[in-house]
């Protein structure tokens, strides 16, 4: 089993950065792909990013490529998503999620195995 914990949400005024961090425990995610996904209110789940861990490759979702950048601490075993330039359209839930079992860098839900509780992103105009 693997627990993920979101934190670092919070409000910031549009134009500025956040980070927010999941951490792992009860497994390492070396072997992993961990990605962020997000939930604007009334609105379908969303792909934001992706992390394979052990090559370190990433992809992003097209609304945030070149604001947003995904990365890795292997000492605590946490994956972190830098959002600069933030936008009210980035308004949303932001979760993680991991998939221990398969090696790619997924954008689907359908492919990851465990899931944070989310952290709340909220952009003012």
């Known amino acids: 089993q693997v627990q993920l914990v979101e934190s670092g949400g919070g409000l910031v005024q549009a134009g500025g950065s956040l980070r927010v961090a999941c951490a792992a425990s009860?497994?390492?995610?070396?072997?992993?792909?961990v990605a962020w996904f997000r939930r604007p209110l009334g609105k379908e789940r969303e792909f934001v990013a992706a992390i394979n861990w052990n090559a370190g490759r990433t992809s992003y979702g097209n609304s945030v490529k070149g604001r947003f950048t995904i990365s890795r601490d292997n000492t605590r075993n946490t994956v972190i998503l830098q959002m600069n330039s933030l936008e009210p359209e980035d308004t949303a839930i932001y979760y993680c999620a991991a998939a221990m079992t398969r090696v790619g860098l997924f954008t689907s839900e359908k492919d990851y195995d465990y899931w944070g509780q989310g952290t709340q992103v909220t952009v003012s105009s």
């Open positions: 009860g497994r390492a995610l070396a072997s992993s792909t």
